[in-house]
């Protein structure tokens, strides 16, 4: 298990994790600004100058699911993660991708009154714990400007996902022993449970996958935005043993969306996906899920525990919003479709007659 205790910079994240761990039996105290210190050992600096915030690359996310992991396997029992996390998406990355490996998450929030919270700030001698790695060359005062400059965004995450997700800790009037008492109280008495992410076991083999696409009355397909990992995606997802593809597809557009369709979706495309580290590849089949009228959209079951969101879009706007492979998978299936003939990919790109 993990006990993420998140806040604004300055909330006192990492004392109370350090009081926290002497609270709660075999617990270790993993702090991700590791990562973050690490990366300038790791990524050429052209790649780091691209970004503000280490949060925004993809291998610190990667890296801190795949270091947590690896220390549970370790060592056992819980991990007390102090960390920042403003970014409904990362979240939903970070924790997915812990989900994945069967790791349970309790959210905890720290959150004292603002004025508090910027008394604090102003009132620290030492470094904060900022997600650039926490490097300050420009000392203290960049130190807290930083910190002053991230409470709006935390403001705003607080009266949207994050107020709604995490277990709140009003520590105003706490010492940072006192906040881990409530902390262990709230994990102790199951008031902050555990995070509501789909549980999708990462592939250790080849896979086989199903999408389908559902098209709306004008006839723009639809794409959906998983909580479990980062990127646009069709609704559907990965083929149980014994299950047949087209019936996989049909089962995931109900869990994820509430469609039930009828009957058996007609093929568009089979794409056989490489191999490219960490990812295994395999087969992925799309199907055509037919015409949504405006009630069958309006009824969709939306957002869920596996979805942040859906929209329809045209194929130009499904070129943004896909990564290049799905793109390509989704523009052969589109054109299958007008044709009426299945097409076979590999790696996106049409084989054979």
Request: proline share 8%.
């Amino acid at each position: 298990m993990i006990v993420w205790i998140n806040g604004a910079f300055g909330a006192g994240k990492t004392s109370a994790a350090r009081e926290l761990i002497e609270l709660i039996p075999n617990s270790t105290l993993f702090d991700p600004e590791v990562i973050g210190g690490a990366l300038p050992y790791l990524l050429p600096p052209k790649r780091l100058s691209e970004v503000g915030d280490y949060q925004d690359l993809p291998i610190w996310r990667r890296l801190v699911v795949d270091t947590a992991a690896a220390l549970l396997a370790e060592v056992g029992g819980v991990l007390v993660v102090p960390m920042t996390l403003l970014r409904q998406e990362y979240r939903d990355e970070i924790f997915g991708g812990l989900a994945s490996r069967r790791i349970s998450v309790r959210h905890v929030l720290l959150a004292p009154d603002e004025t508090i919270l910027r008394a604090r700030i102003t009132g620290r001698d030492v470094p904060l714990d900022l997600p650039d790695g926490g490097g300050a060359p420009d000392g203290d005062l960049r130190v807290r400007q930083w910190s002053f400059d991230h409470i709006e965004p935390y403001r705003a995450a607080l009266a949207g996902w994050l107020g709604a997700d995490a277990h709140r800790v009003d520590t105003s009037s706490l010492t940072p022993y006192e906040s881990a008492e409530c902390v262990a109280e709230a994990i102790r008495s199951g008031a902050a449970a555990v995070c509501d992410i789909v549980q999708t076991p990462e592939p250790t083999a080849e896979t086989v996958a199903a999408g389908v696409l559902l098209f709306d009355e004008r006839d723009r397909v639809l794409l959906v935005d998983p909580t479990y990992k980062a990127g646009w995606e069709f609704p559907g997802g990965v083929v149980e043993a014994g299950e047949a593809p087209a019936r996989a597809g049909v089962r995931e557009v109900a869990e994820e969306t509430g469609i039930r369709l009828t009957g058996v979706p007609r093929l568009l495309v089979a794409d056989w996906e490489p191999p490219a580290p960490p990812g295994y590849g395999g087969m992925r089949f799309l199907f055509d899920g037919g015409r949504l009228d405006s009630d069958q959209a309006h009824r969709m079951l939306l957002p869920g525990p596996e979805l942040r969101g859906c929209r329809f879009v045209t194929e130009e706007e499904a070129a943004v919003l896909l990564p290049a492979v799905r793109y390509e998978r989704l523009r052969w299936a589109l054109r299958a479709r007008e044709r009426g003939a299945a097409l076979y990919l590999e790696a996106g790109v049409p084989v054979g007659g």
